[in-house]
């Protein structure tokens, strides 16, 4: 492609000033986006939509006989989200699907905008609050009622709920969740062994001796993605963190509850122990460039000793190395300590103007109260499904890395260590905060307070207005 | 007078597309670029304040400065290695090889970008070809992930911009070249010119104009990039492959600052026609 | 002419090594796409057993017949059109050459300049209200549109150079100057139009940035487009990836190997000309 500028510039200049003066009036006009006086009540502001006026005519709310197609928008890559749907049509062949599928960064950034213009019925969504804050979710409140969830233990439900503030932890409920998630550390059991470890290390002391002696032994301690847009060393940070820091804190800060910090004395600890690791080079030195692809198949290649990361890999461990591996929750710094883990909900919404809203709810609910569901999201998704503590659990073969992360799933619960993700405390703290200071820390080009400065700066910004 | 109106019927259609989907679009950039919106809700208007924040936010300073470090590997590299393998194989520009070569050379031009980000992004990789090249030459200790390093992650994106863009630049040349009456070399070979002096006294001046569109058009493949960053890099590690391409991209769609992103999107049209304008303007031909 | 051997020796070596960088990607990309699907390869390694099956497996998994049909439809909606209204506007500022031309065709050249990403929001927002997003309209109409620079400017230069008998005979009318122009100028113009027609061709079916934002079905996006969804599903399969990225590369080098000598002739003469 190529151009010559023709034979007349003078007249022509003056054109082009006079589109960009008209660019500038038509601007002075008006300005883009609702006006401000009508815009604030669109569906979904307002809790008393189509579920209460079902459950107002009795019963709870179903898919009802007819045909109906769902709309759906999930995560791409994980195979739970078919199994479902699928097991789902099985159960009620009057319902069929349209889902679109997309990667998770796309997902995330996709999902205001599909959801104000061709809203879901059910949409995987990585952070409530500010679609929460811009109406563009059903409130479910009406739906915990007429399901009973609001007799699930409550601290499986609170992460969704969204204050008027965008503040998490209280307020109506935005999301539901299709099984909760458990993360720790994996372990190459084969590689374990070379080097003496017989079982998980019970302190941090114990960790940071075992990585030593993997090193030593020229294993790659820890494999850990930390390219492009997305900073996996969140994962083995935020574990140091709560090792340093009451989980509760590191809530608040990700709820975002007026006045919390990220940068403490104590996630200052975490940060410059993380370093350390670094320092001692317990990581591949391409870390920067790997993605969470590259590091799963080298750790299924057996090239790493650990991997921090969660349950939803769980199956597909089982499957891709059975009985190599195993799992254990980050150590706490006494073997008496708490043992803290990021454990979320995989959250999905309704849309505000969603279509199917009875029907999106009522899945919502049998995925975590169906018997042959809750095989499933045990089987396929490797994570513990929500709903009351006594609902009925599939049995799971011992010695199954799935087993050993259900199992942890009891002591953080039990521990009442449960966090939220920190990359999850605004739309794009990930990546305009821990992702490019992670980046830099591992390059040595950043400090552990540096880091957590910059962090808590760019938190301060996005939860300013 | 009727033949005026019919001439306008005729570029109407165009006309048409063009306003509706080009200048109305580009007159809401403008629009935008004067409010603080996410994109769904109300917006409010605050001037040029998105503008003094692209001065003030180190992030899209420096989103800029990588397009301007761009430039150097995306135009620099391949008008002037183009320039330099096309008159080595001026002479045998009428050979089978050539020939043959010509095909061949051309073909990263012809593939999607993304398709280049996606395949260097391999060769880069720390088991990629290139450090497998490098070790065999003994240089193992330079060998590095290219992608993920802070210091040469906006190099190799330049490398792959460069791969894309050497042959069309050389081609373009060579064609050229084939057009400069041969007799104007047996002149100044007579002359005692050695071929250095021939490239510098006879061919450089005759393609004036040929340098001009390769220049722009690479200027531009810098200035705008964003294919390949987005399968590369997505701008990291750090901020180290950040351009304004992606940024927009990123402060529009991911971040919700529609403001700021159409403030920078009106920032990068006018750095285009700055380095655009004038290199036109230099290498226009004399009026025939 | 000992200088000349020389020169002419060193010619075919740096041919022959600029050949080299530029098929050497693509070999590695070959070699590591048979390679057993989930491991790690390195390089350039032949493997043990070619997996030839990756082929037919990642043209499966990235359900390729549908992405074909998709571009397709794409180049339908766009290639056509862009040549009739630039071939016709053009014919207008390169023939007619009407009072005021000069700032409408400005403002085409000035088009050239502009990078997508200025007006990727608003276009965005367009087709939002439109109610064309995730529909292929909402990469076919913008595009038609970011096409008319480079088609007039490239129409243009044709018109130019084209002897002005036509329109300067007296008094002809509007129904003459449509006849003559379909009947007369666009069969001379022919070369022109169809080395313009394999350039959008290459474009449209190269054009990521539109797809990506402004359609969410990989399904109904450019090849280029479902590339970018391509590299995010089958991420972890490195030999897979590479298997798929080679399938979607194909119909763009077939089509270029088909017709390279008019492609690559009008390409390099018609950037210079105008």
Redesign the interface.
Same mark, same amino acid.
């Given at each position: 492609m190529s151009f010559r500028v023709s034979r007349h510039p003078g007249k022509q200049w003056r054109a082009a000033t006079l589109l960009a003066a008209g660019g500038l009036l038509l601007a002075a006009c008006s300005g883009p986006g609702p006006s401000s006086s009508s815009s604030s009540t669109p569906a979904g502001a307002n809790p008393s939509t189509s579920a209460a006026a079902s459950s107002a005519g009795g019963g709870t709310p179903s898919c009802g006989t007819g045909p109906i197609t769902l709309d759906a928008y999930f995560e791409t890559g994980f195979p739970i989200y078919k199994a479902l749907t699928d097991e789902f049509s099985k159960q009620f062949p009057n319902v069929k699907w349209n889902i679109r599928y997309d990667q998770f960064a796309a997902l995330t950034s996709n999902a205001p905008r599909v959801l104000a213009s061709d809203p879901p019925d059910l949409i995987r969504i990585p952070q409530e609050s500010e679609l929460a804050k811009d109406h563009l979710l059903l409130n479910l409140d009406p739906y915990a009622k007429a399901f009973g969830w609001d007799k699930w233990p409550t601290s499986q439900l609170q992460s969704m709920r969204v204050a008027d503030d965008g503040s998490r932890g209280t307020g109506p409920l935005y999301a539901m969740g299709l099984n909760y998630s458990m993360t720790g550390i994996f372990y190459n059991k084969e590689l374990a062994a070379k080097i003496g470890m017989t079982s998980p290390p019970q302190t941090l002391d114990e960790l940071d001796a075992v990585l030593a002696k993997a090193k030593a032994a020229g294993i790659t301690p820890i494999v850990q993605f930390n390219g492009g847009a997305t900073g996996g060393f969140a994962f083995p940070l935020q574990n140091l963190m709560a090792d340093y820091t009451p989980p509760s804190e590191i809530n608040d800060w990700i709820w975002q509850k007026k006045g919390a910090t990220i940068d403490t004395p104590g996630n200052v600890k975490a940060a410059q122990h993380l370093q350390e690791w670094i320092k001692e080079g317990y990581f591949d030195p391409d870390a920067n460039a790997m993605d969470y692809a590259t590091m799963m198949s080298r750790f299924i290649a057996g090239k790493a000793l650990f991997m921090f990361n969660g349950d939803w890999e769980s199956g597909n461990l089982d499957k891709q190395m059975p009985g190599k591996v195993g799992f254990f929750l980050m150590p706490p710094l006494q073997a008496d300590g708490v043992h803290a883990a990021m454990s979320t909900p995989l959250t999905i919404g309704i849309g505000a103007k969603a279509k199917h809203p009875d029907c999106a709810a009522f899945f919502l609910n049998w995925v975590n109260t169906n018997k042959q569901a809750r095989t499933v999201d045990v089987q396929v998704g490797g994570s513990h499904p929500m709903g009351p503590a006594d609902a009925y659990m599939p049995p799971i073969p011992s010695g199954t890395v799935t087993a050993q992360t259900l199992a942890a799933g009891n002591v953080v619960a039990h521990d009442n260590g449960a966090m939220d993700f920190i990359a999850n405390a605004t739309g794009s703290i990930y990546a305009k905060g821990w992702t490019p200071n992670l980046q830099e820390l591992f390059a040595g080009r950043q400090t552990p307070e540096g880091m957590l400065k910059a962090v808590q700066a760019e938190y301060e910004t996005e939860v300013g207005h | 007078m009727a033949q005026h109106l019919v001439g306008w019927l005729f570029a109407a259609p165009a006309i048409a597309f063009y306003v509706a989907f080009v200048i109305i679009p580009l007159l809401h950039t403008l629009q935008y670029s004067l409010y603080r919106w996410d994109g769904i809700g109300p917006s409010t208007y605050v001037g040029l304040q998105n503008y003094a924040h692209l001065f003030s936010n180190s992030t899209l300073l420096k989103s800029i400065l990588n397009a301007l470090k761009l430039i150097v590997f995306f135009s620099v590299i391949p008008v002037a290695l183009g320039l330099l393998i096309a008159s080595t194989i001026r002479r045998i520009a009428a050979s089978r090889l050539a020939g043959f070569a010509r095909v061949i050379i051309f073909i990263p031009q012809v593939i999607p970008l993304v398709a280049a980000g996606i395949i260097w992004s391999w060769l880069l990789a720390s088991n990629g070809l290139v450090n497998q090249v490098l070790a065999a030459f003994g240089l193992k200790h330079v060998t590095r992930a290219w992608l993920g390093d802070f210091t040469f992650a906006l190099p190799s994106v330049g490398v792959i911009g460069a791969w894309v863009l050497l042959g069309l630049c050389t081609l373009l040349l060579l064609a050229g070249m084939t057009k400069i009456d041969p007799e104007i070399y047996e002149a100044a070979r007579l002359d005692g010119a050695g071929p250095v002096r021939e490239f510098f006294a006879v061919t450089l001046p005759a393609l004036r104009q040929e340098i001009g569109v390769c220049v722009t058009v690479t200027v531009i493949a810098a200035l705008a990039s964003f294919d390949i960053i987005y399968i590369s890099t997505q701008g990291g590690p750090g901020n180290a492959t950040m351009v304004p391409g992606y940024a927009i991209y990123y402060l529009a769609f991911f971040q919700r600052e529609v403001g700021q992103a159409s403030a920078l999107a009106v920032g990068l049209m006018i750095l285009v026609l700055l380095f655009i304008l004038p290199i036109q303007w230099l290498t226009r031909e004399r009026k025939r | 002419m000992i200088l000349?051997r020389r020169?002419?020796l060193?010619? /075919?070596v740096?041919?022959?090594i600029?050949?080299v960088?530029?098929?050497?990607?693509?070999v590695?990309?070959f070699v590591?796409a048979l390679h057993e699907s989930?491991?790690?390869?390195?390089?350039?390694s032949w493997p043990a057993r070619p997996h030839w099956g990756n082929f037919v497996e990642a043209f499966r998994a990235a359900d390729m017949g549908r992405l074909l049909a998709s571009s397709l439809l794409i180049e339908l909606g766009v290639v056509p059109v862009s040549l009739?209204?630039?071939t016709?506007?053009g014919?207008?500022?390169g023939q007619?050459?009407? /009072?005021g031309?000069?700032?409408?065709?400005?403002?085409?050249?000035?088009?050239?300049?502009?990078?997508?990403?200025?007006? *990727?929001?608003?276009?965005?927002?367009?087709m939002?209200s439109l109610g064309l *997003?995730?529909t292929r309209w909402a990469i076919i *109409?913008?595009l038609?549109?970011?096409f008319?620079?480079?088609?007039?400017?490239w129409m243009r230069a044709h018109f130019v150079n084209v002897p002005r008998d036509i329109?300067e005979a007296a008094r002809?009318?509007?129904a003459n100057?449509?006849q003559s122009?379909w009947r007369v100028q666009v069969p001379l113009a022919m070369p022109a139009i169809s080395s313009l027609a394999i350039l959008l061709f290459?474009w449209t079916?190269?054009q990521?940035?539109l797809a990506?934002?402004l359609v969410?079905?990989p399904l109904k996006r450019t090849?280029?487009g479902a590339?970018?969804?391509f590299?995010?599903?089958y991420?972890?399969?490195?030999p897979l990836?590479?298997a798929g990225?080679l399938l979607? *590369?194909t119909p763009?080098?077939v089509v270029?190997?088909i017709f390279?000598r008019r492609?690559?002739t009008a390409l390099?003469?018609g950037?210079?000309k105008?």
């Amino acid at each position: 492609m190529s151009f010559r500028v023709s034979r007349h510039p003078g007249k022509q200049w003056r054109a082009a000033t006079l589109l960009a003066a008209g660019g500038l009036l038509l601007a002075a006009c008006s300005g883009p986006g609702p006006s401000s006086s009508s815009s604030s009540t669109p569906a979904g502001a307002n809790p008393s939509t189509s579920a209460a006026a079902s459950s107002a005519g009795g019963g709870t709310p179903s898919c009802g006989t007819g045909p109906i197609t769902l709309d759906a928008y999930f995560e791409t890559g994980f195979p739970i989200y078919k199994a479902l749907t699928d097991e789902f049509s099985k159960q009620f062949p009057n319902v069929k699907w349209n889902i679109r599928y997309d990667q998770f960064a796309a997902l995330t950034s996709n999902a205001p905008r599909v959801l104000a213009s061709d809203p879901p019925d059910l949409i995987r969504i990585p952070q409530e609050s500010e679609l929460a804050k811009d109406h563009l979710l059903l409130n479910l409140d009406p739906y915990a009622k007429a399901f009973g969830w609001d007799k699930w233990p409550t601290s499986q439900l609170q992460s969704m709920r969204v204050a008027d503030d965008g503040s998490r932890g209280t307020g109506p409920l935005y999301a539901m969740g299709l099984n909760y998630s458990m993360t720790g550390i994996f372990y190459n059991k084969e590689l374990a062994a070379k080097i003496g470890m017989t079982s998980p290390p019970q302190t941090l002391d114990e960790l940071d001796a075992v990585l030593a002696k993997a090193k030593a032994a020229g294993i790659t301690p820890i494999v850990q993605f930390n390219g492009g847009a997305t900073g996996g060393f969140a994962f083995p940070l935020q574990n140091l963190m709560a090792d340093y820091t009451p989980p509760s804190e590191i809530n608040d800060w990700i709820w975002q509850k007026k006045g919390a910090t990220i940068d403490t004395p104590g996630n200052v600890k975490a940060a410059q122990h993380l370093q350390e690791w670094i320092k001692e080079g317990y990581f591949d030195p391409d870390a920067n460039a790997m993605d969470y692809a590259t590091m799963m198949s080298r750790f299924i290649a057996g090239k790493a000793l650990f991997m921090f990361n969660g349950d939803w890999e769980s199956g597909n461990l089982d499957k891709q190395m059975p009985g190599k591996v195993g799992f254990f929750l980050m150590p706490p710094l006494q073997a008496d300590g708490v043992h803290a883990a990021m454990s979320t909900p995989l959250t999905i919404g309704i849309g505000a103007k969603a279509k199917h809203p009875d029907c999106a709810a009522f899945f919502l609910n049998w995925v975590n109260t169906n018997k042959q569901a809750r095989t499933v999201d045990v089987q396929v998704g490797g994570s513990h499904p929500m709903g009351p503590a006594d609902a009925y659990m599939p049995p799971i073969p011992s010695g199954t890395v799935t087993a050993q992360t259900l199992a942890a799933g009891n002591v953080v619960a039990h521990d009442n260590g449960a966090m939220d993700f920190i990359a999850n405390a605004t739309g794009s703290i990930y990546a305009k905060g821990w992702t490019p200071n992670l980046q830099e820390l591992f390059a040595g080009r950043q400090t552990p307070e540096g880091m957590l400065k910059a962090v808590q700066a760019e938190y301060e910004t996005e939860v300013g207005h | 007078m009727a033949q005026h109106l019919v001439g306008w019927l005729f570029a109407a259609p165009a006309i048409a597309f063009y306003v509706a989907f080009v200048i109305i679009p580009l007159l809401h950039t403008l629009q935008y670029s004067l409010y603080r919106w996410d994109g769904i809700g109300p917006s409010t208007y605050v001037g040029l304040q998105n503008y003094a924040h692209l001065f003030s936010n180190s992030t899209l300073l420096k989103s800029i400065l990588n397009a301007l470090k761009l430039i150097v590997f995306f135009s620099v590299i391949p008008v002037a290695l183009g320039l330099l393998i096309a008159s080595t194989i001026r002479r045998i520009a009428a050979s089978r090889l050539a020939g043959f070569a010509r095909v061949i050379i051309f073909i990263p031009q012809v593939i999607p970008l993304v398709a280049a980000g996606i395949i260097w992004s391999w060769l880069l990789a720390s088991n990629g070809l290139v450090n497998q090249v490098l070790a065999a030459f003994g240089l193992k200790h330079v060998t590095r992930a290219w992608l993920g390093d802070f210091t040469f992650a906006l190099p190799s994106v330049g490398v792959i911009g460069a791969w894309v863009l050497l042959g069309l630049c050389t081609l373009l040349l060579l064609a050229g070249m084939t057009k400069i009456d041969p007799e104007i070399y047996e002149a100044a070979r007579l002359d005692g010119a050695g071929p250095v002096r021939e490239f510098f006294a006879v061919t450089l001046p005759a393609l004036r104009q040929e340098i001009g569109v390769c220049v722009t058009v690479t200027v531009i493949a810098a200035l705008a990039s964003f294919d390949i960053i987005y399968i590369s890099t997505q701008g990291g590690p750090g901020n180290a492959t950040m351009v304004p391409g992606y940024a927009i991209y990123y402060l529009a769609f991911f971040q919700r600052e529609v403001g700021q992103a159409s403030a920078l999107a009106v920032g990068l049209m006018i750095l285009v026609l700055l380095f655009i304008l004038p290199i036109q303007w230099l290498t226009r031909e004399r009026k025939r | 002419m000992i200088l000349g051997r020389r020169e002419s020796l060193t010619g /075919r070596v740096l041919l022959i090594i600029l050949m080299v960088v530029t098929l050497v990607p693509f070999v590695s990309l070959f070699v590591t796409a048979l390679h057993e699907s989930g491991t790690y390869p390195t390089g350039i390694s032949w493997p043990a057993r070619p997996h030839w099956g990756n082929f037919v497996e990642a043209f499966r998994a990235a359900d390729m017949g549908r992405l074909l049909a998709s571009s397709l439809l794409i180049e339908l909606g766009v290639v056509p059109v862009s040549l009739a209204i630039g071939t016709m506007a053009g014919f207008a500022f390169g023939q007619v050459r009407m /009072r005021g031309y000069q700032f409408a065709y400005f403002a085409f050249v000035l088009g050239l300049t502009l990078p997508y990403e200025a007006i *990727l929001y608003p276009l965005y927002y367009q087709m939002r209200s439109l109610g064309l *997003l995730n529909t292929r309209w909402a990469i076919i *109409l913008p595009l038609i549109a970011l096409f008319m620079p480079f088609s007039i400017f490239w129409m243009r230069a044709h018109f130019v150079n084209v002897p002005r008998d036509i329109v300067e005979a007296a008094r002809i009318d509007g129904a003459n100057m449509w006849q003559s122009f379909w009947r007369v100028q666009v069969p001379l113009a022919m070369p022109a139009i169809s080395s313009l027609a394999i350039l959008l061709f290459l474009w449209t079916w190269n054009q990521f940035l539109l797809a990506i934002v402004l359609v969410d079905d990989p399904l109904k996006r450019t090849m280029a487009g479902a590339l970018g969804a391509f590299q995010g599903h089958y991420g972890t399969d490195i030999p897979l990836l590479c298997a798929g990225s080679l399938l979607i *590369l194909t119909p763009t080098l077939v089509v270029y190997l088909i017709f390279h000598r008019r492609f690559s002739t009008a390409l390099l003469q018609g950037a210079v000309k105008g």
